[in-house]
């Protein structure tokens, strides 16, 4: 007769309603990290409604009451919304069904807020209200002379600027970085192909990094494992080498939090050193379908919560979302 060890082993390899029952078991949650930055794990986070589903979990952001909005490229649409409490509230961007990617939200003059979404699409960027009103869409920007060949626009996030404007990363696209105003209109590129500081070989995730004085900007150079900070108009300043495939990037406290697509989650202080590797399986999955507990495996997004926990989204067949909450928080 197999031990409870070995059910809970065969659990996490099963299929997903055997995984999640697992994971629900009357176990206590895993508590992964060190020192200071310990969090219990809440795998499978939040309940979708019948007819619902996540497909892969690509992105996710938070708007100042604390919402959770949740890019998939399951359906219906393409963003799924829920409370704090990871009740579902409703879904947004049927436009964007199945191309779901990198989301982001905004607060523009007079407090009204807005959400960005990175689409896989052919239209690839879209500008919505919270309650899902379209308020643009824009293509590949021809003035940059970067689609003028038929190249793809597959755009894989977004990073606000100081005046209002944002960058967007074109990850899955031609590997460039096009720098807009804040009505949306362009204004330059950089970047491209390469090793070379300044050129990316997958600029995947992006963040304004404001922890040193002069704005900068935050890359996740994903396929050459390394981030790249850069001033805000292209010109590079430095790397952080020696990561496995970061995918993306956010910032709170002074602390950077960089999702490794291979397989967990890493904090870096101001030194811009790496303080602590969490979540990572020192026997990485053999499948990109497996969901080991207590840690990740394909990591797409990581991103603080106004409450201070972090969510981390999985690119896994029918999705995974994980609420990290600090340990010493309960």
């Known amino acids: 007769m197999p031990t409870r060890r070995q059910f809970l082993l065969s659990a996490t390899l099963a299929a997903p309603a055997a995984r999640l029952l697992a994971e629900k078991s009357s176990e206590a949650p ?197 981030l790249q900070f850069l001033t805000l108009d292209g010109q590079p300043l430095g790397e952080l080498p020696g990561l496995r495939w970061p995918s993306s990037i956010d910032s709170r406290q002074g602390l950077l939090l960089v999702a490794e697509f291979l397989g967990g989650l890493v904090l870096i202080d101001e030194k811009d050193q790496i303080i602590t590797r969490f979540g990572h399986s020192d026997t990485p999955p053999a499948s990109p379908a497996e969901r080991p507990i207590g840690r990740f495996n394909r990591p797409h997004a990581a991103a603080f919560h106004p409450d201070g926990s972090i969510f981390v989204v999985e690119a896994l067949p029918q999705g995974r979302v994980t609420r990290l909450v600090p340990a010493s928080a309960g």
């Open 30 to 226: 895993p508590v992964i990290g060190a020192g200071s930055h310990r969090f219990t794990c809440q795998h499978d986070w939040g309940t979708l409604p019948d007819g619902h589903s996540w497909g892969m979990t690509h992105g996710v952001a938070f708007d100042s009451q604390g919402l959770v909005y949740i890019a998939h490229t399951g359906g219906p649409g393409s963003v799924f919304v829920f409370d704090p409490a990871g009740r579902f509230l409703r879904s947004l961007a049927p436009q964007y069904q199945g191309a779901g990617h990198g989301l982001a939200i905004r607060q523009a003059d007079g407090g009204k807020e807005f959400l960005y979404l990175a689409a896989l699409a052919d239209r690839g960027l879209a500008k919505f209200t919270l309650t899902g009103d379209l308020v643009w869409e824009k293509p590949a920007p021809a003035a940059s002379g970067r689609y003028s060949h038929g190249e793809l626009f597959r755009p894989s996030s977004i990073s606000f600027t100081p005046d209002g404007g944002f960058h967007l990363a074109d990850g899955h696209g031609t590997g460039f970085i096009h720098r807009f105003d804040d009505s949306g209109a362009w204004l330059s590129t950089f970047g491209g192909p390469g090793d070379a500081p300044g050129q990316f070989r997958t600029p995947h995730g992006l963040q304004l990094d404001t922890r040193h004085g002069a704005p900068r900007l935050a890359v996740c150079d994903r396929a050459a494992g390394r």
